[in-house]
């Protein structure tokens, strides 16, 4: 069964950090990128950042560049997403999404994503 596990979010005021986990089973993971999404209230859902666990390269939206960072452990197959200097703005679910391939040059949010977490909600207050 495929799983993908996402954890780490919570309640943090602004200037605040995070670390959200993603943790994938079920499905190869070095054949595939990790990539995380958000979800603000009624907002589109929009890509963050995605690593491919092929070759470690990393992409991110230009809001969360400098300020988040992800990481991959392939031995633990879990992504890991650093939110740091937090915005009211960044209050949102985020989603971590399993796309078979890579990161696409960072074009990874214009592919449908083959597996999908339930998501973990981050608010950030003022």
């Known amino acids: 069964e495929v799983q993908l596990v996402e954890s780490g979010g919570g309640l943090v005021q602004a200037g605040g950090s995070l670390r959200l986990s993603c943790a994938a089973s079920?499905?190869?993971?070095?054949?595939?990128?990790i990539v995380w999404f958000r979800q603000a209230p009624g907002k589109e859902r929009e890509g963050v950042s995605c690593i491919s666990s092929s070759d470690g390269s990393t992409y991110y939206a230009d809001s969360m560049k400098g300020r988040f960072t992800i990481s991959s452990d392939n031995a633990k197959n879990t992504v890991y997403l650093q939110m740091n200097s937090l915005k009211p703005e960044d209050t949102a679910v985020y989603y971590c999404?399993?796309?078979?391939?890579?990161?696409?040059?960072?074009?990874?949010?214009?592919?449908?994503?083959?597996?999908w977490g339930k998501g973990t909600l981050v608010t950030v207050s003022s």
């Open positions: 999404a399993a796309l078979r391939g890579s990161c696409y040059s960072g074009s990874y949010y214009l592919y449908v994503m083959d597996y």
């Open positions: 079920g499905f190869s993971f070095d054949d595939y990128a």
